[in-house]
């Protein structure tokens, strides 16, 4: 399947769940479970964003966006942290309204009975979902599978709360969860916009990938051949690296254009997803980059 069709399935998993986790808050007035419901909401608003940028991003470059619409996703994910942020800040505010005002529970064998099916949906759903996005590169789709991923732990944790209230009859113990519900998903927000953050402006490569860059260039460099002035960037799905070539002046144009091409196959290949920009220098001549362009950081390799 595609990664919007992951998406779509997502949505459909979320109602699901939404339905299972509002049943358990219902039956049994647990704010823990309410805090869970509401978790589940924002992942239904955030797969359907999450969707909608999938489908953005997929769009081929135009006028006006000549290097495409790849960033798209990162929004998907800020979009999902500031959801996250909502989400946290109801689930204190109806915690603090219980631990002021303290109701008895009701039927939770039957409550966590609904929460456990939902966690279950949930937990295979995030493991598929991780799995694509590691494969297409899915910025979108590994921040709903991440958040997913929080769902189930914070489901398995309510869960197990309610199991000591049920032990222990402290009724306090309900909404007291319910905060630490609320705290371990603003982490997974403030984790989620910081990298959508990153995304947008135009992070480096990861390490590895850099690596495997490193790898091929040395693998074409010789006395007559250098590299230098790398720089690497992602986009979304799209990854890229620009960089200076040094050949002897004396070659011809064809000849040096031949090099260059399978140069860029090679990193290419070497690579998912890149798309490689060398620019062609004689060996005595160096590039003038200003200061301030990032293209001049590079080290030479």
Same mark, same amino acid.
């Given at each position: 399947?595609?990664?919007?069709?992951?998406?779509?399935?997502?949505?459909?998993?979320?109602v699901?769940?939404?339905?299972?986790?509002?049943?358990?808050?219902w039956?049994? !007035?647990?704010?823990?479970?309410? !805090?869970?419901?509401?978790?589940?909401?924002?992942?239904l608003?955030?797969?359907? *964003?999450?969707?909608?940028?999938?489908?953005?991003?997929?769009?081929?470059?135009?006028?006006?966006h000549?290097y495409?619409?790849?960033?798209?996703?990162? *929004?998907s994910?800020g979009?999902?942290?500031?959801?996250?942020?909502?989400?946290?800040?109801?689930?204190?505010?109806?915690?603090?309204?219980?631990?002021?005002?303290?109701?008895?529970?009701?039927?939770?064998?039957?409550?966590?009975?609904?929460?456990?099916?939902?966690?279950?949906?949930?937990?295979?759903m995030?493991?598929?979902?991780?799995?694509?996005?590691?494969?297409?590169?899915?910025?979108?789709?590994?921040?709903?599978?991440?958040?997913? *991923?929080?769902?189930?732990?914070?489901?398995?944790?309510?869960?197990?709360?309610?199991?000591?209230?049920?032990?222990? =009859?402290?009724?306090?113990?309900?909404?007291?969860?319910?905060?630490?519900?609320?705290?371990?998903?603003?982490?997974?927000?403030?984790s989620?916009?910081?990298?959508?953050?990153?995304?947008?402006?135009?992070?480096?490569l990861?390490?590895?990938a850099?690596?495997?860059?490193?790898?091929?260039?040395?693998?074409?460099a010789?006395?007559?051949?250098?590299?230098d002035?790398?720089?690497?960037?992602?986009?979304g799905?799209?990854? *890229?690296?620009?960089?200076?070539?040094?050949?002897?002046?004396?070659?011809?144009?064809?000849?040096?254009?031949?090099?260059?091409?399978?140069?860029?196959?090679?990193?290419?290949?070497?690579?998912? =997803?890149?798309r490689?920009?060398?620019?062609?220098?004689?060996?005595?001549?160096?590039?003038?980059?200003?200061?301030?362009?990032?293209?001049?950081?590079?080290?030479?390799?």
């Amino acid at each position: 399947m595609h990664a919007a069709a992951y998406l779509k399935l997502s949505a459909v998993v979320a109602v699901a769940t939404i339905a299972l986790k509002t049943g358990a808050w219902w039956v049994s !007035s647990s704010v823990g479970l309410l !805090s869970d419901a509401l978790e589940s909401l924002v992942n239904l608003a955030g797969a359907t *964003f999450a969707l909608a940028m999938v489908s953005w991003a997929a769009l081929p470059p135009d006028d006006e966006h000549p290097y495409g619409h790849h960033k798209a996703e990162y *929004f998907s994910s800020g979009f999902e942290g500031v959801l996250i942020f909502a989400a946290a800040l109801a689930i204190v505010w109806a915690a603090v309204q219980r631990l002021l005002e303290p109701r008895p529970l009701e039927a939770l064998g039957l409550g966590m009975a609904l929460s456990a099916l939902s966690t279950l949906l949930n937990g295979v759903m995030a493991w598929a979902m991780l799995r694509k996005a590691r494969e297409v590169r899915s910025m979108a789709l590994e921040g709903d599978a991440r958040h997913l *991923f929080t769902d189930v732990w914070t489901s398995v944790g309510v869960v197990g709360g309610l199991v000591a209230v049920k032990a222990t =009859g402290w009724a306090w113990l309900d909404p007291a969860i319910a905060i630490a519900v609320a705290l371990n998903i603003l982490r997974e927000g403030t984790s989620l916009v910081r990298r959508s953050a990153d995304g947008l402006m135009d992070r480096a490569l990861e390490p590895e990938a850099q690596a495997q860059i490193g790898k091929v260039l040395e693998g074409f460099a010789h006395h007559a051949i250098r590299f230098d002035h790398v720089v690497t960037r992602r986009a979304g799905q799209r990854r *890229f690296v620009d960089l200076h070539m040094h050949m002897p002046a004396g070659w011809t144009l064809g000849r040096a254009a031949s090099l260059r091409g399978s140069v860029e196959q090679a990193l290419m290949s070497a690579v998912p =997803g890149l798309r490689a920009t060398i620019q062609l220098l004689p060996m005595d001549v160096e590039a003038h980059v200003p200061a301030d362009d990032p293209a001049g950081g590079g080290d030479p390799l």
